[in-house]
């Protein structure tokens, strides 16, 4: 044991503290008791010899134990690192030799330890359960790869969510295992039916749906990419599912990365974000199968979800800005006829990020728009979908502009107020319509909520917005949008001016 713990920290110093910290005798019994009653509450519902009857519990223990593994497993990690920063551990642990790949890596094997060893332990049960029920060894095998990369892209998920969401205080774990088990039960593989087409791409990060089945019906026969039948196969469409996953952790890693040597920066580069947004536009795009309203109304929802995320990604806090600030309003003194603000919106690493959040629209919106001209049919429908995109894509850009000028503020609980106003200036403007407006058809007001892009592709009673509605509503989210960038320079080239002041008589 010595030279066996000798090695270990060799190899990864954290994980050997981890276990130290975590491998208690009372913890094992604890993990063998629980993984132990599992299988025997299995065992006795499993008497009965029938294929099917072993297929169905095979299932059922699939599902929990993922299901444990996932949500308990990061509900741990980032309870962990709370601790570690409420105790002030966590900068010793950034100041030592260790690489961040190395410490990070090493409370992913060792702080879900206790979970790990419940389910190892009842490996050999899941594997009888799936031999009685005549399953393919090799389709058993791509499901336990399939649950490790699972566990490596939500560790992953979690480990950068306790990084930057320190501020949401002991609300963090709990809102992260909500939000996991939400997700989970949204995607809900239905074992006697089929899910609905409005999730289909989901499935591919939700491990249960490549529990593997004694038929070759599996969950996603059928599964295309780009016209590709992946579906066909079900090693081909889970090799697609570990690249799906490859990829998102590696986004994830690279925020990772930086956030854990420089906790203020922000958690992407921009350069960054335009490869994040040309992957995912890629991956979900190619899984819709037909583009029609509801796909594309689906594809806007999860592109929702990509720019909040780049939103919180991509924009500076207000000591980075002012820094930029007083470093343009100096090069702008010494080189009066030069201009390289937008190469540095473009690529800055501490510049605003209304510009990079505006190129990856265009991004997206371009390739939704030639997808639309190709799959629908009428001028008519290409319009109004062509226009719902934009609408939703100037929403975002609102929210970014508003959510830059909110962290711009004074207030030490910025990043809070930040948060929570933009969750209700997304969030309430559709309910409060709803009570006032659910008698009448005042289809204008909906343009400037979330739910704008569907009003447009389903309006009420079958009343397409007129041509002069289409272009006061875009004006006015123009105007919106100017006021917030006008405030925001303003702001910033008063920054500048002061901050270089207050250098030049510090000097």
């Known amino acids: 044991m010595p030279n066996f713990s000798s090695k270990l920290n060799e190899l ?5 503290r981890e276990l130290k910290g975590r491998l208690k005798p009372r913890t094992l019994l604890l993990a063998i008791i629980i993984s132990f009653i599992a299988q025997v509450i299995f065992i006795e519902q499993a008497t009965i010899n029938d294929t099917r009857f072993y ?5 059922w223990f699939s599902l929990i134990a993922v299901s444990v593994l996932l949500v308990s497993g990061s509900h741990a990690l980032i309870n ?13 642990i950034r ?3 260790q690489s961040s790949q190395s410490v990070l890596f090493g409370k992913m094997l060792g702080v879900p330890i206790f979970w790990y060893i419940v389910i190892l332990l009842a490996i050999p049960f899941h594997l009888w359960l799936g031999i009685n029920a005549n399953l393919p060894w090799h389709q058993i095998l791509i499901f336990y790869v399939i649950v490790l990369a699972a566990s490596i892209f939500y560790y992953s998920g979690a480990l950068l969510f306790s990084l930057v969401g320190s501020w949401l205080g002991r609300f963090q774990a709990g809102l992260s295992s909500g939000f996991i088990i939400v997700f989970l039960l949204l995607t809900q593989r239905d074992l006697y039916g089929r899910m609905t087409d409005f999730l289909v791409i989901l499935r591919l990060i939700n491990p249960q749906y490549f529990i593997p089945s004694s038929s070759n019906n599996f969950s996603l026969v059928g599964f295309r990419w780009f016209g590709l039948p992946l579906g066909n196969n079900f090693a081909i469409v889970a090799g697609f599912s570990l690249l799906v996953y490859s990829i998102g952790t590696y986004f994830i890693w690279q925020s990772i990365e930086r956030c854990y ?14 490869f994040l947004t040309t992957s995912f536009t890629a991956i979900t795009l190619g899984c819709v199968n ?4 509801e796909s594309l109304i689906s594809l806007i929802f999860l592109n929702f979800g990509l720019f909040l995320y780049l939103i919180a990604a991509l924009t500076p806090n207000r000591q980075t800005l002012q820094d930029w600030a007083r470093y343009q309003h100096i090069y702008r003194a010494k080189h009066p006829g030069k201009r390289k603000l937008i190469k540095d919106l473009i690529w800055g690493e501490k510049s605003p990020a209304i510009l990079a959040i505006a190129i990856n629209a265009v991004i997206v919106i371009t390739s939704l728009s030639i997808s639309i001209s190709l799959s629908f049919n009428h001028g008519i429908e290409i319009l109004n979908a062509v ?11 609102i929210y970014a502009a508003f959510a830059q000028l909110m962290l711009f503020m004074k207030n030490e609980q910025r990043l809070l107020w930040t948060n929570t106003t933009l969750a209700a ?11 006032l407006l659910s008698n009448t058809n005042h289809q204008f007001m909906w343009l400037f909520s979330i739910v704008g892009p569907a009003i447009i592709l389903w309006p009420p009673n079958n009343l397409p917005l007129s041509a002069m509605m289409t272009f006061l509503a875009i004006l006015a989210h123009a105007t919106i949008l100017g006021l917030l960038l006008f405030q925001t320079k303003r702001l910033l080239q008063k920054a500048g001016e002061s901050a270089t002041k207050a250098l030049l008589t510090e000097a």
């Not at 200036?425 to 009570?435: S, T």
Request: overall charge positive; proline content about 8%; some cysteine.
């Open 12 to 16: 990864n110093p954290q994980f050997l």
């Open 55 to 59: 297929q169905v519990v095979f299932d």
């Open 80 to 92: 962990d690192i709370a601790n570690e920063e409420k105790r002030g551990t966590l900068n010793f």
């Open 95 to 97: 100041l030592s030799p």
């Open 261 to 274: 040597h420089a906790p203020h920066a922000t958690m992407l580069s921009k350069k960054q974000s335009y």
């Open 290 to 293: 037909s583009l029609n309203k």
């Open 387 to 397: 226009v719902a995109v934009i609408f939703a894509f100037s929403l975002l850009l």
């Open 425 to 435: 200036v997304i969030c309430l403007p559709p309910i409060v319509l709803g009570i």
